[in-house]
């Protein structure tokens, strides 16, 4: 073939890639929220068109975001590995097939198989509002009222001590009684050396808290980042034993002040984070704190506005 009709040929294929691959009906942000008993089985999909190719990124019910190497999409269909095999457990795979503006398909580890259906994530555009409501406190520094522990009640080392909200060991994540949607958070929280914990918005997306624990681990999963998402955009030293936060989520839209410092201003959360409650991002949530990582933590000045 002539090198000049060849670079041609050569030149409509990639064009022709690449339009294909744009018009993919794998494109966007998929929720997944996976069937059977117990707590935090939410996953998310998301995939983007790069430079003609499809990249797709995986989600975990814990961890941490990751784009998926192995990847394959033919046609309307979707296979990657989502956990390799282990010498204590066999690769778990995807198979997603694309119909009907939804994602279909199996998990299978093993001989397990569990039923996946995916379906778009909202966008969740929305205007800041024009105006807050006075502070309401979430803790009210005598008791758990307005907060239960998460799964067996036994499990809980939560308790209240000094006026504090105090996480005494390793034990039961702790949940609001009340949801929100978009919302201004404040608290304080004193980490010791070694603290795992994080506080999560809506349920779905944590703010991570930990100081020393995750050693060498990329910034978007240390202190104060969206854990795995969005990282702090500057240091915010304290200026006491404990560090102060204010949160501002609206739709997607998230700003952290930490210790007066605006360390990730007006930045979109791309889908939910791991330990998500659940996958349903449209709907109003509660807060949660991790309590099942490290003890040692405790927390005051916990309020929260909502749009008036």
């Known amino acids: 073939m002539h090198s000049f009709v060849r670079s041609l040929f050569i030149m409509s294929l990639a064009t022709v890639s ?23 089985k939410s996953n ?35 296979s990657f590995t989502a ?5 204590k457990a066999p690769a ?41 409501s006075t502070p309401e406190a979430l803790f009210n520094s005598k008791d758990l009222a307005g907060w239960e522990p998460l799964g067996d009640p036994k499990n809980s080392k939560w308790t209240v001590k000094d006026g ?13 009684t009340k949801k929100f949607s978009d919302f201004k958070l404040h608290f304080e929280v004193f980490c010791p050396e070694k603290a795992n914990s994080g506080f999560y918005l809506r349920g779905r997306y944590e703010v ?61 959360i791309e889908g939910i984070t791991g330990g998500a409650l659940d996958a349903n991002e449209g709907e109003p949530g509660p807060f949660y704190i991790q309590g099942d990582h490290t003890g040692g933590l405790k927390f005051r000045n916990i309020t929260v506005s909502v749009p008036k």
């Open 18 to 40: 690449a339009f294909s691959q744009k018009g993919s009906p794998f494109i966007g942000r998929w929720d997944f929220n996976l069937p059977g008993p117990g707590l935090l």
């Open 44 to 78: 998310w999909v998301g995939v983007v068109e790069k430079n003609g190719s499809l990249e797709v990124s995986f989600q975990p019910t814990g961890g941490h975001v990751e784009v998926m190497k192995d990847a394959k999409i033919v046609g309307n269909h979707l």
């Open 164 to 176: 504090l909200l105090f996480n005494q060991d390793h034990g039961a994540n702790l949940v609001s």
């Open 208 to 268: 991570q808290l930990e100081v020393g624990e995750e050693g060498n681990a990329p910034a978007n999963r240390l202190m104060g980042a969206v854990y795995g998402r969005l990282t702090p955009e500057k240091e915010a030293p304290k200026k006491g034993e404990y560090d102060v936060f204010d949160i501002t989520l609206v739709g997607r839209t998230v700003t952290v002040v930490r210790n007066g410092v605006t360390t990730i201003s007006a930045k979109e």
């Open 83 to 87: 956990s390799a095999a282990t010498d």
């Open 92 to 132: 778990m795979t995807w198979d997603l097939d694309a119909m009907d503006g939804k994602l279909t398909g199996v998990q299978k580890r093993g001989d397990k198989v569990v039923q996946l259906i995916g379906t778009k994530a909202p966008d969740l555009k929305r205007a800041a509002p024009k105006a807050w």
